[in-house]
């Protein structure tokens, strides 16, 4: 639907709640600017979160999104201590191998085999102008994210993947 879900974690409940009552299954797309920590009737009623790592490095990460990413990290930490971390995406930006590199590996380093690890390669399409200007207009090469994919399964996430 677009924005972060979490942002209406009690309307979130409600709906598992009622989902539930199906037998379907209660997944969270997130971006881990909430404290799951805080919504623990929520967290057992989700059956899993997917969780965007944008950049592992602090100031590469208030550049990029304009905020600290330390509750995303301690979310990633939580998720992972009570098994609710179903994947995490890291987008690969064509202009940042460095960076691209350092989230990988970290991530990859923290969740070993307990999760899935997508990394999505960047397109431009339908991103805002203001952001383009920071990410650009080239679509991550997939000979970029075969290197990454191949350096995370090293440093431990073996389910990793290119989408």
Same mark, same amino acid.
């Given at each position: 639907? /677009? /924005? ?9 409940? !409600? ?16 971006? /881990? ?14 059956? /899993? ?5 944008? !950049? ?43 960076e691209n590199l350092d989230t ?47 350096? !995370?399964?090293?440093?431990g996430a073996i389910h990793t993947?290119?989408?």
């Amino acid at each position: 639907s /677009g /924005g972060e879900c979490m942002l209406h974690a009690k309307y979130l409940e !409600a709906l598992f709640k009622e989902v539930k009552k199906m037998g379907l299954t209660c997944l969270i797309d997130s971006n /881990g600017s909430i404290d799951f920590s805080r919504h623990l009737s929520l967290m057992e009623l989700c059956d /899993g979160v997917m969780l965007d790592v944008k !950049a592992y490095d602090p100031e590469f990460h208030l550049a990029l999104c304009d905020h600290s990413n330390d509750r995303v990290l301690q979310n990633l930490h939580y998720l992972l201590k009570t098994n609710k971390l179903q994947e995490v995406r890291t987008v690969i930006l064509p202009k940042y191998p460095k960076e691209n590199l350092d989230t990988v590996t970290h991530v990859a380093q923290i969740i070993q085999d307990r999760c899935d690890y997508k990394l999505l390669r960047y397109r431009p399409f339908g991103v805002r102008e203001d952001a383009l200007e920071k990410m650009g207009h080239d679509i991550a090469s997939e000979e970029e994210c075969e290197f990454l994919k191949k350096k !995370a399964i090293e440093s431990g996430a073996i389910h990793t993947i290119i989408v």
